[in-house]
């Protein structure tokens, strides 16, 4: 797998466009022959027009699906698109702008900007359908992250059988939390500085592909980041919780037959 999850083929045009022998070359070509390939990539799930190109390209792909609780992910990703910049209201604005009506509209037909999807992404089970639409309900393992806390190996485990590998392997880190985001970057002038400085820039293409791509991670999910704290975490009123528990609720109430299991969120649970 390669060290950025986030190396989107099918849902970049800049990179689909090139074609996959380009992508395979630069993302996997050091993997040794033999060697079973994958990767990571969230936004897989919530853009519409992937899930046919990936059904052109490899449609035998066996494919895995974790879900949060929609309402966590919806503040989560509003978090990130704050420290990142790509934000500057509030999460009540944001919400409150992308549940109109109009708005949920557009979301469903159209390739929108990742900050206006934010409540969108959530919508598990109509994203899931996509994907059924174009492949075969076997080759999709769907997860909760509830169950990845409860008990990571038996998910991983189960993950691994899904793509015909060794399923008793297991990462050495298994039980530890590998990033706990934040709500702002502490050195975002910096890295602007950082990224237009030639030296710097030239010192950085001299690096292996791979190498530079953990560094890029490890700036942007660690030395970047400022912890939260009750001072600066983003306002999430119970009232806001409450829309989107009602905006999400009956798509919530479809996952137990696409997934076969009960999604354990509590806003979401019979009483």
Do not use: C
């Not at 949060?68 to 978090?79: C, G, L, V």
């Not at 994203?127 to 038996?154: C, I, K, M, R, S």
């Not at 602007?192 to 942007?220: E, G, I």
């Amino acid at each position: 797998m390669p060290a950025n999850k986030e190396a989107p083929f099918f849902a970049k045009d800049a990179v689909y466009l090139k074609g996959w022998d380009a992508y395979r070359d630069d993302v996997f070509g050091a993997a040794p022959p033999g060697a079973r390939w994958g990767k990571v990539t969230p936004r897989y799930l919530g853009d519409l027009h992937v899930p046919g190109r990936m059904a052109a390209a490899m449609p035998d792909v066996r494919l895995i699906a974790i879900l949060r609780n929609p309402i966590d992910r919806a503040f989560s990703k509003y978090r990130l698109l704050r420290r990142t910049g790509h934000e500057t209201r509030s999460f009540v604005a944001v919400v409150g702008d992308q549940l109109r009506a109009e708005h949920i509209a557009r979301t469903r037909t159209a390739v929108l900007p990742l900050r206006d999807t934010v409540v969108a992404r959530g919508e598990y089970a109509r994203l899931l359908d996509t994907y059924l639409a174009w492949f075969p309900g076997e080759q999709l393992q769907v997860h909760y992250t509830d169950e990845l806390e409860a008990d990571a190996g038996a998910v991983v485990g189960a993950i691994l059988a899904h793509i015909g590998v060794d399923e008793s392997w297991r990462p050495e880190r298994l039980d530890r939390r590998a990033y706990e985001g934040g709500d702002e970057a502490r050195f975002g002038t910096t890295a602007t500085r950082v990224n237009s400085n030639r030296m710097l820039r030239r010192m950085w293409q001299v690096l292996p592909a791979d190498q530079r791509r953990r560094l890029s991670l490890w700036f942007r999910f660690e030395a970047n980041v400022r912890r939260p704290s009750d001072e600066t975490r983003p306002e999430f009123p119970a009232e806001i919780r409450a829309a989107l528990v009602e905006h999400y609720r009956d798509d919530v109430g479809r996952l137990p037959a696409l997934v076969g299991r009960v999604p354990p969120w509590p806003e979401f649970l019979p009483p």
